[in-house]
């Protein structure tokens, strides 16, 4: 499994930003999706999961009501549309993929296998 992140950057608070993550190596649309994110210094902590069929979601709730999650089965990509953004949003942002199919909506980092390379969010004040 290969996990492809995109889209980070340079944002000033207020702002919005969409990253992507394309995902190949097997049926994508079996396996649950997350979205994660790194601050310097910090642990790694969950943003938002979506499930295999992209009917349902959940959220940190840090990020309810400012982020979506969406994905798109037939392109093997999951995004996430980030609104509203606070300069505590600043952090690497990772997409990742659980081994085990029967995993749903798991917040816990060790729950996810594969992971992508990352992709640098900054908002500034």
């Known amino acids: 499994v290969q996990l492809q992140a995109s889209g980070g950057g340079l944002v000033q608070a207020g702002g919005s930003l969409r990253l992507s993550c394309a995902a190949s190596?097997?049926?994508?649309?079996?396996?649950?999706m997350g979205w994660f994110r790194q601050a310097p210094g910090k642990e790694r902590e969950f943003v938002a999961t979506?499930?295999?069929?992209?009917?349902?979601?959940r959220y940190a709730d840090s990020v309810k009501g400012r982020f979506t999650i969406s994905r798109d089965n037939a392109k093997n990509t999951v995004d996430l549309q980030m609104n509203s953004l606070k300069p505590e949003d600043t952090a690497v942002y990772y997409c990742?993929?659980?081994?085990?199919?029967?995993?749903?909506?798991?917040?816990?980092?060790?729950?996810?296998?594969?992971w992508g390379q990352g992709t640098q969010v900054t908002v500034s004040s």
């Open positions: 979506i499930s295999g069929s992209g009917g349902s979601s």
């Open positions: 990742a993929q659980p081994y085990d199919r029967s995993v749903g909506a798991s917040s816990m980092v060790w729950e996810y296998d594969y």
């Open positions: 190596g097997r049926t994508f649309s079996l396996y649950l």
